[in-house]
Antibody, heavy 120, light 105 residues
Framework: QVQLQESGPGLVKPPETLSLTCTVS??????????WGWIRQPPGKGLEWIGS???????YYNPSLKSRVTLSVDTSTNQFSLKLSSVTAADTAVYYC????????????WGQGTLVTVSS | SFELTQPLSVSVALGQTATISCGGD??????VHWYQQRPGQAPVVVIF???NRPSETPERFSGTNSGNTATLTISRAQAGDEADYYC????????FGGGTKLTVL
């Protein structure tokens, strides 16, 4: 049973870069043809997809965030990562990592989420 | 960009049937997925690809998708069904509906 766990700073200052890592346990990123995604949820608001990365390295981004987002996969540590640059208070949210089997497919496995606050 | 429209809130009497809609241009031609999110928890998929239930989802949950509206139906609503529900599709990027808060009275 694969499990995902987000990790990273809970507080980021504007306009620095937010960096989060999702550790995959119970399965290998490099041996499975999955997509690995990031979704965020501002306090009291709805879900927003940030982007997804295929195990082979292809990336897909939300157009509204594309200029600030970088996704990567590290098969040696079985982790994938999110970097969001030039953050503002509007980027304050719970950030989730999740797994799906294709871009048109549902996110069937989610991490528990981590709250990131952007504040000086 | 593609937009999905959900009612902000839906109320249902205990034991009755709740329906939550998700509107979008020709959404019937796309695969729609539904998530349940309880307070303080991560979303959990309850319906995938329009009408398929994960093994963990009770049979009381069902989904349909046709034309410009996808619908999540919850039969015999229970107190434990109170949650936020989100629909999701892929259209050159992943799009979520704004979410619907289900209240069981």
């Amino acid at each position: 049973q694969v499990q995902l766990q987000e990790s990273g700073p809970g507080l980021v200052k504007p306009p620095e870069t937010l960096s989060l890592t999702c550790t995959v346990s119970g399965g290998s990123i490099s041996r499975s043809r999955y997509y690995w995604g990031w979704i965020r949820q501002p306090p009291g608001k709805g879900l927003e997809w940030i982007g997804s990365i295929y195990y082979g390295g292809n990336t897909y981004y939300n157009p509204s965030l594309k200029s600030r987002v970088t996704l990567s996969v590290d098969t040696s540590t079985n982790q994938f990562s999110l970097k969001l640059s030039s953050v503002t208070a509007a980027d304050t949210a719970v950030y989730y990592c999740a797994r799906h089997t294709g871009l048109e497919y549902a996110f069937l496995v989610w991490g528990q989420g981590t709250l990131v606050t952007v504040s000086s | 960009s593609f937009e999905l429209t959900q009612p902000l809130s839906v109320s249902v009497a205990l034991g009755q049937t709740a329906t939550i809609s998700c509107g979008g241009d020709d959404i019937g031609s796309r695969n729609v997925h539904w998530y349940q999110q309880r307070p303080g928890q991560a979303p959990v998929v309850v319906i995938f690809r329009n009408s398929n239930r994960p093994s963990e989802t009770p049979e009381r949950f069902s989904g349909t998708n046709s034309g410009n509206t996808a619908t999540l139906t919850i039969s015999r609503a229970q107190a434990g069904d109170e949650a936020d529900y989100y629909c999701q599709v892929w259209d050159t990027s992943t799009v979520f509906g704004g979410g619907t808060k289900l209240t069981v009275l």
